[in-house]
């Protein structure tokens, strides 16, 4: 790969900003607790970015340009929530959302499959990790100190550069390896990491290695995808889809629609029935049987997805059983939904008996995902051109982001403390575990009843998050939910 395209001066300028970009990030994060930081820097990205690739992306409404929508509110939400789950997820799904999306940005690349994509992005990481020393190593070629220095010699450089970026993580698990299979060695190592714990005392060390990574990554990212002159990678040919003939997917799609009919029979009879169809069954409560049976059922529901998806993909179109299998998935389709609201009333059941969490929570979201997946089959069945894959990941991102935003620590303990009012039942450490964003809810339970010994518990906890948050924190850390906690703790406790 060359850079016939980009002129030294272009070169330069994109390591300076990506120089800068690395100061910016060192600034915002480096030894601070996240916070507005995120989404800062989030900017500081799409800036660069733009700077990059002006010449090359023009708006038009795509995939694309909708993934702004999601990555910008993920990135918002480090610094208005503070739930530990939610943020250690985006924390680990926008670099990959960001990656995607400015590749597809520039590439202008159709994608329609799972495995196409799988193709596509193995092809370009490839093309990175083979090409990004070089990018950075162009800048060395292009200041005016490497003019003296003959290209051959250059060619040495940058190939002895390259070996010693490649060695390193082989040299990790090697001396990883060799360290756990001697002891003496393993002591030898130990010592030379102590040996070199003084550059941790040297001033501004740990800032120059923080700019120096930042940068050669987004220097090399940024050169290689976005500027460099890169053949054009090309959608894979999907080919024929068709293999497997009708009559095998309606065998099989009539056998388990046999079966989720006879089940969807006896929700009806008896978990939307009631309590008093139960009550028939000797030695079985309402309870007992409706908070039976959710995870199986979750995992029946994504097995059915799985089964349109592979008979869209496989099935040949031969006109003679089309419309019976058209029909038969339709069904398949209207069972799934009767399924997911059993595991959705089940899971509501549950959470009455033995309260709300994350995880619960999370739950009747997945549910919800899944309802509106198979919506979205449903009208693929009707309509054949709709490309499926985007249809599921921009509902999933939707979904997602949408999570985010409900402040899901606020409604588990409301939920838990109006539970708690009716029932008595209240799980008082799992409580004091939610972040901030629970914090002006759990002020109502300590205002319940000052005799009752969860209000005076709860009582002590808010206390005690006071002294907390009473230490003062850089305002690259500031957090809209930890702010109004302290806000709201000041006024109770004045």
Same mark, same amino acid.
């Given at each position: 790969?060359?850079?016939?395209?980009?002129?030294?001066?272009?070169?330069?300028?994109?390591?300076?900003?990506? +120089?800068?970009?690395?100061?910016?990030?060192?600034?915002?994060?480096?030894?601070?607790?996240?916070?507005?930081?995120?989404?800062?820097?989030?900017?500081?990205?799409?800036?660069?970015?733009?700077?990059?690739?002006?010449?090359?992306?023009?708006?038009?409404?795509?995939?694309?340009?909708?993934?702004?929508?999601?990555?910008?509110?993920?990135?918002?939400?480090?610094?208005?929530?503070?739930?530990?789950?939610?943020?250690?997820?985006?924390?680990?799904?926008?670099?990959?959302?960001?990656?995607?999306?400015?590749?597809?940005?520039?590439?202008?690349?159709?994608?329609?499959?799972?495995?196409?994509?799988?193709?596509?992005?193995?092809?370009?990481?490839?093309?990175?990790?083979?090409?990004?020393?070089?990018?950075?190593?162009?800048?060395?070629?292009?200041?005016?100190?490497?003019?003296?220095?003959?290209?051959?010699?250059?060619?040495?450089?940058?190939?002895?550069?390259?070996?010693?970026?490649?060695?390193?993580?082989?040299?990790?698990?090697?001396?990883?390896?060799?360290?756990?299979?001697?002891?003496?060695?393993?002591?030898?190592?130990?010592?030379?990491?102590?040996?070199?714990?003084?550059?941790?005392?040297?001033?501004?060390?740990?800032?120059?290695?923080?700019?120096?990574?930042?940068?050669? +990554?987004?220097?090399?990212?940024?050169?290689?995808?976005?500027?460099?002159?890169?053949?054009?990678?090309?959608?894979?040919?999907?080919?024929?889809?068709?293999?497997?003939?009708?009559?095998?997917?309606?065998?099989?799609?009539?056998?388990?629609?046999?079966?989720?009919?006879?089940?969807?029979?006896?929700?009806?009879?008896?978990?939307?029935?009631?309590?008093?169809?139960?009550?028939?069954?000797?030695?079985?409560?309402?309870?007992?049987?409706?908070?039976?049976?959710?995870?199986?059922?979750?995992?029946?529901?994504?097995?059915?997805?799985?089964?349109?998806?592979?008979?869209?993909?496989?099935?040949?179109?031969?006109?003679?059983?089309?419309?019976?299998?058209?029909?038969?998935?339709?069904?398949?389709?209207?069972?799934?939904?009767?399924?997911?609201?059993?595991?959705?009333?089940?899971?509501?059941?549950?959470?009455?008996?033995?309260?709300?969490?994350?995880?619960?929570?999370?739950?009747?979201?997945?549910?919800?995902?899944?309802?509106?997946?198979?919506?979205?089959?449903?009208?693929?069945?009707?309509?054949?051109?709709?490309?499926?894959?985007?249809?599921?990941?921009?509902?999933?991102?939707?979904?997602?982001?949408?999570?985010?935003?409900?402040?899901?620590?606020?409604?588990?303990?409301?939920?838990?403390?109006?539970?708690?009012?009716?029932?008595?039942?209240?799980?008082?450490?799992? +409580?004091?575990?939610?972040?901030?964003?629970?914090?002006?809810?759990?002020?109502?339970?300590?205002?319940?009843?000052?005799?009752?010994?969860?209000?005076?518990?709860?009582?002590?906890?808010?206390?005690?998050?006071?002294?907390?948050?009473?230490?003062?924190?850089?305002?690259?850390?500031?957090?809209?939910?930890?702010?109004?906690?302290?806000?709201?703790?000041?006024?109770?406790?004045?």
């Amino acid at each position: 790969m060359g850079y016939t395209n980009i002129t030294a001066r272009e070169i330069r300028l994109l390591a300076v900003l990506a +120089l800068i970009a690395g100061g910016v990030f060192d600034y915002l994060f480096n030894g601070k607790l996240i916070g507005v930081s995120y989404p800062l820097f989030a900017v500081v990205f799409y800036c660069l970015f733009w700077i990059a690739s002006r010449r090359q992306v023009a708006f038009q409404l795509d995939f694309g340009w909708f993934l702004f929508i999601p990555i910008l509110l993920l990135a918002i939400a480090f610094a208005i929530h503070s739930n530990p789950v939610l943020l250690a997820l985006n924390f680990v799904l926008i670099p990959p959302l960001l990656l995607l999306q400015t590749t597809l940005l520039v590439y202008r690349y159709e994608w329609s499959s799972v495995r196409s994509v799988v193709r596509f992005l193995g092809r370009l990481l490839r093309q990175i990790f083979d090409n990004a020393p070089k990018a950075f190593l162009e800048v060395i070629s292009l200041a005016k100190v490497a003019d003296r220095v003959a290209p051959e010699k250059r060619k040495t450089l940058k190939n002895i550069f390259i070996g010693l970026i490649l060695s390193v993580p082989l040299l990790v698990i090697v001396i990883a390896l060799l360290a756990e299979a001697d002891t003496v060695f393993q002591s030898l190592i130990v010592n030379a990491l102590k040996s070199l714990e003084f550059i941790g005392t040297i001033p501004f060390a740990e800032h120059v290695a923080v700019i120096g990574i930042t940068t050669v +990554l987004l220097f090399g990212y940024l050169a290689i995808v976005l500027k460099a002159q890169v053949e054009g990678v090309s959608a894979p040919i999907e080919g024929d889809t068709g293999g497997w003939d009708t009559t095998i997917i309606a065998t099989v799609l009539v056998m388990v629609n046999a079966v989720y009919i006879l089940f969807c029979v006896i929700q009806f009879r008896y978990l939307f029935g009631g309590e008093e169809m139960i009550r028939a069954i000797p030695d079985y409560t309402y309870a007992e049987y409706a908070r039976r049976g959710f995870s199986e059922l979750i995992v029946v529901t994504v097995i059915n997805l799985s089964i349109l998806l592979i008979g869209l993909r496989v099935t040949k179109n031969d006109g003679k059983l089309d419309r019976l299998v058209f029909m038969l998935r339709c069904l398949l389709v209207l069972c799934t939904v009767i399924i997911l609201y059993s595991a959705h009333l089940r899971l509501k059941l549950y959470e009455e008996a033995y309260g709300y969490t994350y995880a619960r929570i999370f739950a009747h979201t997945f549910i919800c995902l899944l309802f509106i997946l198979f919506l979205l089959m449903l009208y693929k069945l009707w309509r054949r051109k709709l490309p499926l894959l985007k249809a599921f990941a921009i509902a999933a991102l939707l979904v997602y982001t949408g999570l985010n935003y409900v402040n899901v620590d606020a409604m588990i303990a409301r939920k838990n403390i109006d539970r708690y009012f009716r029932t008595d039942k209240i799980d008082l450490d799992y +409580l004091q575990e939610l972040s901030y964003d629970a914090i002006p809810e759990l002020t109502h339970l300590r205002t319940a009843d000052n005799e009752d010994m969860a209000a005076k518990t709860i009582a002590a906890f808010l206390h005690d998050k006071q002294s907390e948050l009473h230490s003062e924190s850089p305002w690259q850390s500031y957090n809209f939910s930890k702010a109004k906690a302290k806000r709201i703790l000041s006024e109770i406790h004045q």
